[in-house]
């Protein structure tokens, strides 16, 4: 789960890690008046959605003058911020952020991640900081130190101090930067982070460090127990039919091909998807209907799949374990008579209750492809898909 | 002889009195497996189909003799649960548990350091023995004696690729989901390690997905240790980058993530690379035709 810039730097003031001056506004209106209570002599307005590569797609803004940052404001709330990480139709700006602007004399990079390699939290930081680290990684991996964390005994002082060398600090630099990394750390950790960046820390005119950015992403098995982490969720920044599957314990992700695919078990539901484009066809989402699938819930699924407009063939391919192909069944047999469906559909059952299912399916007079094998359903699918059904 | 678990291996469930670890350890035991008994604290001294209840994992070790653990327990409460079956002596922990925190299981594996232990999962669909020890949630049915050795991360991907060499008369040593979770208790390459030295397993069947590096460092261990073919599948070629594909560690984070890329390192490393789901186990049976001829 991810947050804005400005609910990370909230959050970082709470944990003593230095930020600018700022505040969040809806309006261009208030955008203004955050400038005026800032006072200084110019200003940052920064559009707030959840994607990076903000500054390079316009949506972070500089402003000598107050009537600068009503305009700019005006120009970003409202509009949609195409960045390398947006997609094409870009993301809608509904708030900004306006901060003071800093004299800044250098900019590092930090950052706290899971590292999957090694299974523990490492600390990452480079001298290279305001720029995409992944691509400083790719092209100058001596650019980057990477410090593991033992989970036995957390960060350590010694561990913060060598990095803050490392990255060319010096004297009392070492110290305050070591403060930030150990701080960051203790947020990381309390709050069930997955990924916290700080690009770029910067130090100013006058010595000191500051967070000019902040992202973090949290882990979304741990917000039973983070519930404040849990409040500032911002489902605006969320596909709504993905935060309504989620709502039926559903996981959905809308693509942009033509069948509807319905599938229980991440590991099959991208096989599935896979097959289907191998076959000559192109899947218009991901859905994992996940274990225990309930008549109610393959209704659902059923329903949220064929709102999307671009599906012409809704195919179901589920291999029942801890599922049941009776339930199943009864999901279609329920979907089809609760809703108006025009497309093909093809089934593909197997496993626990098997034959339970397809007498429901078959007693129900309900018309469907029938198929065998993955094979045949992403085959029969794709078919169908040029009309070909039968 | 099998790898983790086997006729001999004696069972235990942890959260034992819940609904889902009662059905399951009554499949289990249906299929032959022994269950000695379960761990449900507050409970102990009941009995709970027809078998004991403990306190605690180390009652329930000193007591039965268990060495093989399958957890039942809420997320909240994983992480203690495995250290108290690591704690506890237990040999192979089985953790069908989904949704737990990332940190929680970090933590895990740093306790697990200097213990004999093998966690498998979590949100795993277990593993499997035919007819011999099922610790797990699959449907048991399918999986026939025989000596192809399996590891996936999906379960449900891996009974399709169960059922497609059962048809083709091809059998199961041991098959194994080490679930979707980013930081899991056990990696592909332990288990191919442990594949490579078993007598019993001819072929090691390989279904990993985007996201981590774990297929081919597997792989790379494989080309240079193991004189079995190993035959390889990544799901998600279709996948959409930094887009979490229902399993966590599903994620497509840079160029060496994605399907295609792993499929192409694999191939690389002399893995039969299946690039169709529904081939597997076809693929599976040329590549043992294919050792005969050179054997």
């Given amino acids: ?390 | 002889m099998s790898i983790l678990v086997n006729k001999d291996s004696k069972v235990i469930f942890q959260g034992f009195t819940g609904q889902h670890a009662t059905f399951h350890a009554q499949e289990a035991i249906r299929m032959g497996t022994q269950v000695v008994g379960g761990v449900t604290p507050g409970k102990g001294g009941q009995t709970h189909i027809d078998r004991p209840v403990f306190d605690t994992v180390k009652d329930a070790v000193e007591q039965t003799g268990a060495d093989v653990s399958v957890v039942f327990v809420p997320p909240a409460f994983t992480a203690d649960a495995v250290m108290e079956a690591i704690d506890g002596g237990i040999k192979v922990i089985v953790v069908i548990t989904d949704g737990v925190p990332v940190q929680d299981m970090v933590r895990v594996k740093r306790y697990l350091i200097g213990h004999d232990t093998i966690i498998i999962g979590p949100n795993t669909a277990g593993v499997i023995t035919p007819e011999a020890c099922k610790v797990g949630i699959m449907p048991a049915h399918i999986y026939v004696p025989g000596r192809i050795g399996v590891v996936s991360r999906s379960g449900t991907l891996n009974y399709e690729a169960v059922e497609q060499m059962s048809e083709l008369g091809l059998g199961i040593s041991t098959s194994i989901s080490i679930g979707g979770d980013p930081v899991n208790g056990c990696d592909f390459l332990t288990l191919m390690k442990q594949f490579a030295e078993d007598d019993e397993t001819d072929a090691v069947l390989m279904i990993g997905e985007i996201g981590g590096s774990q297929e081919v460092e597997a792989a790379t261990w494989a080309r240079d240790h193991m004189d079995k073919p190993l035959i390889g599948f990544i799901a998600g070629a279709t996948a959409p980058p930094g887009r979490t594909m229902g399993h966590a560690g599903a994620i497509i984070s840079g160029e060496d993530d994605t399907a295609q890329a792993k499929m192409k390192r694999l191939a690389e490393l002399d893995v039969h690379v299946v690039q169709n789901a529904a081939e597997i186990g076809r693929t599976v049976q040329q590549s043992l035709e294919r050792q005969e001829c050179v054997a």
């Avoid at chain 1, 005994?153 to 101090?161: A, K």
């Fill in chain 1, 1 to 390: 789960m991810n947050i804005h810039e400005y609910q990370t730097k909230d959050l970082f003031r709470h944990y003593k890690i230095p930020v600018p001056e700022g505040r969040m506004a809806h309006s261009a209106n208030k955008a203004l008046t955050a400038a005026e209570q800032l006072g200084g002599e110019g200003w940052v307005v920064k559009a707030q959605i959840h994607a990076g590569g903000r500054g390079k797609a316009g949506g972070v803004l500089l402003a000598k003058q107050l009537d600068e940052v009503r305009e700019h404001a005006e120009k970003l709330i409202g509009s949609h911020l195409v960045t390398k990480q947006t997609g094409e139709q870009g993301r809608m700006v509904n708030r900004v952020l306006v901060e003071q602007m800093q004299d800044i004399k250098a900019e590092y990079y930090l950052g706290l991640v899971i590292n999957r390699a090694n299974q523990r939290i490492t600390l990452i930081a480079s001298a290279a900081g305001g720029m995409d680290i992944e691509e400083v990684a790719a092209k100058s991996p001596d650019k980057v130190i990477n410090e593991v964390v033992d989970p036995a005994v957390g960060l350590q002082d010694f561990q913060c101090r060598k990095v803050a060398a490392g990255i060319g600090l010096s004297g009392k630099q070492i110290n305050m930067a070591a403060r930030i990394m150990k701080r960051l750390y203790r947020c990381f950790r309390d709050k069930d982070a997955l990924m916290a960046e700080i690009n770029p820390l910067v130090t100013t005119g006058d010595g000191q460090f500051l967070a000019l950015d902040a992202k973090m992403s949290f882990d979304g098995n741990a917000l039973f127990r983070q519930p404040e982490i849990a409040d500032q969720r911002d489902f605006d920044e969320e596909d709504p039919k993905e935060v309504e599957a989620s709502g039926h314990d559903l996981n959905y992700i809308a693509l942009d091909g033509s069948v509807g695919c319905i599938v229980n078990g991440a590991g099959l539901a991208m096989a599935t998807m896979d097959a289907i484009s191998l076959y000559g066809g192109r899947p218009a989402n991901f859905l994992d209907v996940g274990g225990g699938a309930s008549p109610e819930k393959i209704a659902n699924a059923f329903r949220i799949v064929l709102e999307d407009p671009n599906v012409k063939v809704l195919m179901l391919n589920i291999y029942a374990g801890i599922n049941r192909c009776d339930w199943i069944a009864e999901g279609i047999v329920k979907a089809v008579s609760d809703l108006e469906v025009n497309v093909p559909i093809v089934v593909r059952l197997a496993g626990t209750n098997l034959e339970e299912g397809r007498k429901i399916l078959a007693d129900s007079g309900l018309q469907y492809i029938h198929a065998d094998r993955l094979s045949d359903a992403a085959e029969k699918s794709v078919k169908a898909l040029a009309g070909g059904a039968a």
